[in-house]
């Protein structure tokens, strides 16, 4: 093959363009070439769609994908486990490329606010070579410094794509604002970024976790994740959701509500979920979706501690990994896997996750 063919963004709201970009001959020095076995359809993928997030466009689409290494460039002998890499390796790599020299990478140790800071899907204009940046299409050129991980054999790809970046998320957020043994936690939203959160929970020690979302078929896969409690939001408004967290928790509130909306009004209902002195995580404000009214005394009265978690680290894609080997974790996220389609159809993916149609849609280009 000469060229790949990818699904391309090249204006909001409008249907993605199937085009075709040339493989390089020859990869530069620390570069991979990667075939493309399965990419997710991530809920940010569809903010970009709308034009929710300022993206150059045209842009290839897709930053959580599974694929075999190509060609492999000068230098790039191990992957950032240590692990030896090869030809033919099945592979997948952290989303974006930090500076590791800025004001936030190297004094204050947080490089999700890398000011130099680039993600494969979107942050590429398509039309500049290399071109094949994103995982919407046959192969993805990863840049050299990617932090790349050999897959075992035996993690499945529909797994790791299934988990997609909600889990490495989800694992960041929840070491900023950890549980606690035993800890009542509330989880709002059952999309991938919710069940993440809810796995991570668990695994972390909580006692009880409530779930808060929906349609119907969310709630029962949250209850299979392992929620103790799963309120469906269409069954009532927010003082009976507030009533029954209440009440679930012992009569206190929960000691860490996680909000995994992305709908500013919940942050409202959430912190009035939490209980006083506890704590509360926005983990799923990603895109602007526009402003509240908000009372800060709530935050003095309840003395509440509120933190907030974007993206995350190639050392949460190492956990998410190794998580995904642990109890039936990998089974689970290969379960959130509930529609595939070819490059061909990815327009119809993407309506397929906007409307929350699916679990998790994947592409298999």
């Given amino acids: 093959m000469t060229t790949s063919k990818a699904a391309v963004l090249v204006a909001y709201n409008e249907p993605l363009d199937l085009r075709d970009y040339p493989i390089p001959a020859e990869v530069g020095s620390g570069e991979a070439l990667v075939r493309v076995e399965m990419a997710g359809i991530c809920g940010t993928d569809v903010h970009l769609w709308k034009g929710e997030l300022p993206v150059p466009l045209p842009v290839i689409l897709g930053h959580e994908s599974v694929g075999h290494i190509v060609q492999l460039g000068e230098g790039l002998e191990r992957d950032w486990r240590g692990e030896t890499l090869a030809m033919g390796d099945r592979v997948t790599w ?48 990863l840049r050299a410094g990617s932090s790349i991980f050999k897959l075992p054999e035996t993690l499945p790809t529909v797994s790791v794509v299934g988990a997609g970046c909600a889990l490495a998320t989800a694992i960041h957020g929840l070491e900023r604002c950890p549980v606690e043994w035993g800890d009542v936690v509330v989880v709002q939203g059952t999309g991938p970024v919710g069940l993440a959160a809810l796995a991570v929970a668990r695994q972390s020690g909580a006692g009880k976790v409530i779930v808060i979302g929906g349609p119907p078929h969310r709630l029962e896969t949250a209850r299979r994740f392992g929620a103790d409690v799963a309120i ?118 993407l309506e397929t996750v906007r409307q929350w149609q699916s679990g998790k849609a994947v592409l298999t280009p």
């Fill in 232 to 349: 469906d939001f269409a069954a009532g408004d927010q003082t009976a959701r507030q009533r029954q967290v209440v009440e679930a928790s012992g009569g206190y509130g929960a000691d860490l509500v996680i909000e995994c909306v992305g709908i500013p009004a919940a942050v409202n209902e959430g912190i009035e979920m939490v209980r006083d002195g506890g704590k509360f995580l926005v983990l799923g404000q990603y895109a602007n979706a526009g402003n509240i009214e908000f009372n800060p005394h709530t935050i003095t009265r309840k003395q509440l501690e509120i933190r907030g978690s974007w993206g995350f680290e190639p050392r949460h894609v190492a956990a998410a990994l190794r998580m995904l080997e642990l109890r039936n974790w990998a089974e689970l996220f290969a379960g959130q896997v509930t529609h595939r389609f070819p490059l061909e159809q990815a327009n119809t993916a």
């Fill in 94 to 141: 952290a989303s974006s490329i930090v500076c590791g020299t800025c004001f936030y990478c190297r004094v204050k140790r947080q490089p999700t606010r890398c000011v130099s800071r680039k993600a494969y899907g979107i942050s590429y204009n398509a039309d500049q070579a290399p071109h094949l940046r994103g995982g919407y299409a046959q192969h993805i050129l």
